[in-house]
């Protein structure tokens, strides 16, 4: 399509308009001429296709618009527009033959649009036929010879097609018109590497840095291109040079402190690091991401966690009103069991930003871990009034309350909790089985044995609730059977449980089988190391039942020297006889 068809285009539709402006009043002479117009156009010419065409892209009825360019190419099969609009279009769809085809098509017709060749230059290398987009490319580059963007394109094309040398020599070509420059100098020692020309690739960066002498970050690129050669003298000299450029670059510090570790000069690694910890012109986020770096997990955690937890403390003291900083500094004392002062970390985290839920969550572990129950129920309470739908904070005041015999609170918040629970068994499963317990300590008996119910639903093979169900089951001499199948499944599932062990021993005793318990009994005692208060008068209760009254009232001395808190215990002794 010629240029001069535009402009009839253009001239065509003002005609139109000045005509819609017109006395609608016209002679028959004007309606003929009017209507022979219109009849050439539609005879002749695909003016009006192509405009319904472009329309109809505009609109986003794509397969509309190709069918219409399509009866365009029909009408004039030189079409230039359209098989350019169509290449667009199944570029779009990805269909990249026909996209190629239209393109090449639009060329073949008009070669001189360089638009038509750029797109069927990077149809060519989408399609990997990487030679032909090199050919196209090199005729745009020589009909638009200042335009740089086309240069640097021919350069990476002929990198995509392994033309290394080309590359090299092009961009060559480039910086004779714009003088050197990092993103040039970079690719050309990347390219340099590739060939495996160490030297060249030392040159190109030499050769920035003489242009830029003051820029410091091309001696760092310099000192670490050096030390990729094995060059260690030489990147030292590069690094002495940055501080002598600026010495109150906080990088530096960091460069030196990655230099010394490689060639195993650990102190000095770690003392240079530190320099680069201290200064408060190093952002936080940048030296934690050193810090996760320059240590693994398994380091920082154990093997170097002292040097970790320096490291942290100077982050404090260089950041002290960052939340970010205490924050991983209470990690880390929180990782190596130091939990008294990951409290207090955690809690100076908290006054700083209380709105990360999972600072919340690691503070009542450390509780937990300390076992300063009063402590767990405040902070889970005014953790739930900021994260209200978070179930684990329930949890934790439910456990709590739980073990400051606050049982009926302990149920409430247990309660509240559970409906926050979904798609979450191994949770659900925890809420159950504080539910069964604390209910059990209110003396809500069908309660506590639904809560261990569903327990069991959820999972069959949990120990613990099958040993307390039983035991509890035992105490109330109900559904012994069921109490017995319980306990033998506990012990099944975890033997060397001496609490396991007691409760099996202590429900065949209340079910008489006084040999069998006497069995279970005396194995939980061997794993307990006779500690257990209530283990050894069991022991006792069986050994009486068995008719060795003498050994039972020793037992049941021994209990008492455990700090045993059974009523019946002392009368047991005094009078050497069973009372249950």
């Given at each position: 399509?010629?240029?001069?068809?535009?402009?009839?285009?253009?001239?065509?539709?003002?005609?139109?308009?000045?005509?819609?402006?017109?006395?609608?009043?016209?002679?028959?002479?004007?309606?003929?001429?009017?209507?022979?117009?219109?009849?050439?156009?539609?005879?002749?010419?695909?003016?009006?296709?192509?405009?319904?065409?472009?329309?109809?892209?505009?609109?986003?009825?794509?397969?509309?618009?190709?069918?219409?360019?399509?009866?365009?190419?029909?009408?004039?099969?030189?079409?230039?527009?359209?098989?350019?609009?169509?290449?667009?279009?199944?570029?779009?769809?990805?269909?990249?033959?026909?996209?190629?085809?239209?393109?090449?098509?639009?060329?073949?017709?008009?070669?001189?649009?360089?638009?038509?060749?750029?797109?069927?230059?990077?149809?060519?290398?989408?399609?990997?036929?990487?030679?032909?987009?090199?050919?196209?490319?090199?005729?745009?580059?020589?009909?638009?010879?200042?335009?740089?963007?086309?240069?640097?394109?021919?350069?990476?094309?002929?990198?995509?097609?392994?033309?290394?040398?080309?590359?090299?020599?092009?961009?060559?070509?480039?910086?004779?018109?714009?003088?050197?420059?990092?993103?040039?100098?970079?690719?050309?020692?990347?390219?340099?590497?590739?060939?495996?020309?160490?030297?060249?690739?030392?040159?190109?960066?030499?050769?920035?840095?003489?242009?830029?002498?003051?820029?410091?970050?091309?001696?760092?690129?310099?000192?670490?291109?050096?030390?990729?050669?094995?060059?260690?003298?030489?990147?030292?000299?590069?690094?002495?040079?940055?501080?002598?450029?600026?010495?109150?670059?906080?990088?530096?510090?960091?460069?030196?402190?990655?230099?010394?570790?490689?060639?195993?000069?650990?102190?000095?690694?770690?003392?240079?690091?530190?320099?680069?910890?201290?200064?408060?012109?190093?952002?936080?986020?940048?030296?934690?991401?050193?810090?996760?770096?320059?240590?693994?997990?398994?380091?920082?955690?154990?093997?170097?966690?002292?040097?970790?937890?320096?490291?942290?403390?100077?982050?404090?003291?260089?950041?002290?009103?960052?939340?970010?900083?205490?924050?991983?500094?209470?990690?880390?004392?929180?990782?190596?069991?130091?939990?008294?002062?990951?409290?207090?970390?955690?809690?100076?985290?908290?006054?700083?930003?209380?709105?990360k839920y999972i600072v919340w969550e690691q503070l009542l572990f450390v509780e937990s871990e300390l076992g300063n129950f009063k402590n767990m129920a405040e902070t889970s309470k005014a953790a739930i009034g900021l994260f209200p739908q978070q179930p684990l904070l329930y949890l934790f005041s439910g456990l709590a309350n739980y073990q400051l015999k606050n049982y009926n609170e302990s149920i409430k918040q247990l309660e509240r909790g559970l409906n926050f629970v979904i798609n979450n068994n191994r949770l659900a499963e925890q809420f159950y089985t504080y539910l069964g317990d604390a209910s059990y300590q209110i003396e809500n008996y069908k309660k506590s044995d639904s809560y261990y119910e569903e327990v069991l639903l959820i999972n069959p093979n949990n120990s613990i609730v099958l040993n307390n169900y039983a035991y509890y089951l035992s105490l109330r001499e109900e559904k012994l059977d069921k109490a017995r199948s319980m306990a033998e499944k506990a012990v099944k599932l975890d033997a060397d449980n001496s609490a396991n062990l007691d409760t099996y021993g202590w429900v065949l005793y209340k079910i008489g089988e006084y040999e069998q318990a006497e069995k279970y009994v005396k194995e939980a005692l061997e794993?307990?190391?006779?500690?257990?208060?209530?283990?050894?008068?069991?022991?006792?209760?069986?050994?009486?039942?068995?008719?060795?009254?003498?050994?039972?009232?020793?037992?049941?001395?021994?209990?008492?020297?455990?700090?045993?808190?059974?009523?019946?215990?002392?009368?047991?002794?005094?009078?050497?006889?069973?009372?249950?």
């Amino acid at each position: 399509m010629q240029d001069h068809k535009y402009l009839y285009i253009i001239l065509f539709l003002f005609s139109i308009a000045v005509l819609g402006c017109q006395s609608q009043k016209k002679t028959g002479a004007q309606l003929e001429t009017q209507n022979q117009a219109k009849e050439k156009v539609r005879e002749g010419d695909n003016t009006m296709t192509f405009l319904e065409a472009v329309k109809q892209k505009s609109l986003g009825n794509t397969q509309r618009a190709i069918t219409l360019f399509e009866k365009s190419i029909e009408i004039d099969q030189k079409d230039d527009a359209s098989y350019y609009e169509l290449a667009k279009l199944y570029s779009q769809q990805g269909n990249i033959q026909a996209a190629i085809e239209n393109a090449e098509n639009a060329v073949a017709y008009d070669g001189s649009n360089t638009w038509y060749r750029l797109l069927l230059t990077r149809l060519y290398s989408l399609n990997a036929q990487y030679e032909k987009s090199i050919e196209q490319m090199q005729v745009l580059t020589e009909m638009e010879p200042e335009n740089i963007d086309r240069l640097f394109e021919l350069a990476s094309l002929y990198l995509a097609d392994e033309r290394e040398k080309q590359a090299l020599e092009l961009y060559n070509r480039i910086e004779d018109i714009i003088g050197i420059t990092e993103e040039i100098s970079l690719e050309k020692q990347k390219i340099y590497l590739q060939l495996e020309n160490e030297e060249e690739a030392i040159a190109e960066i030499k050769r920035l840095v003489d242009a830029y002498p003051r820029e410091s970050r091309y001696y760092s690129i310099l000192a670490e291109t050096y030390m990729d050669a094995g060059m260690n003298e030489k990147a030292l000299e590069a690094y002495k040079k940055i501080l002598e450029l600026d010495p109150d670059d906080p990088y530096i510090h960091i460069s030196l402190s990655d230099f010394y570790r490689k060639q195993g000069e650990k102190q000095k690694a770690r003392e240079e690091l530190k320099k680069g910890f201290s200064s408060p012109d190093l952002d936080i986020d940048t030296k934690v991401q050193i810090l996760l770096a320059y240590y693994t997990v398994n380091e920082m955690y154990s093997g170097m966690k002292d040097q970790a937890l320096e490291l942290a403390q100077i982050l404090i003291e260089t950041h002290p009103g960052e939340a970010k900083a205490h924050s991983i500094y209470a990690d880390l004392l929180y990782q190596q069991d130091k939990f008294n002062e990951a409290r207090e970390a955690f809690k100076k985290v908290l006054s700083l930003d209380s709105s990360k839920y999972i600072v919340w969550e690691q503070l009542l572990f450390v509780e937990s871990e300390l076992g300063n129950f009063k402590n767990m129920a405040e902070t889970s309470k005014a953790a739930i009034g900021l994260f209200p739908q978070q179930p684990l904070l329930y949890l934790f005041s439910g456990l709590a309350n739980y073990q400051l015999k606050n049982y009926n609170e302990s149920i409430k918040q247990l309660e509240r909790g559970l409906n926050f629970v979904i798609n979450n068994n191994r949770l659900a499963e925890q809420f159950y089985t504080y539910l069964g317990d604390a209910s059990y300590q209110i003396e809500n008996y069908k309660k506590s044995d639904s809560y261990y119910e569903e327990v069991l639903l959820i999972n069959p093979n949990n120990s613990i609730v099958l040993n307390n169900y039983a035991y509890y089951l035992s105490l109330r001499e109900e559904k012994l059977d069921k109490a017995r199948s319980m306990a033998e499944k506990a012990v099944k599932l975890d033997a060397d449980n001496s609490a396991n062990l007691d409760t099996y021993g202590w429900v065949l005793y209340k079910i008489g089988e006084y040999e069998q318990a006497e069995k279970y009994v005396k194995e939980a005692l061997e794993i307990d190391g006779e500690k257990s208060p209530s283990l050894l008068e069991h022991y006792g209760d069986i050994l009486y039942k068995l008719g060795k009254k003498d050994e039972a009232v020793e037992y049941w001395k021994k209990a008492r020297e455990q700090d045993s808190l059974s009523e019946l215990l002392e009368k047991k002794i005094k009078d050497a006889r069973l009372y249950e």
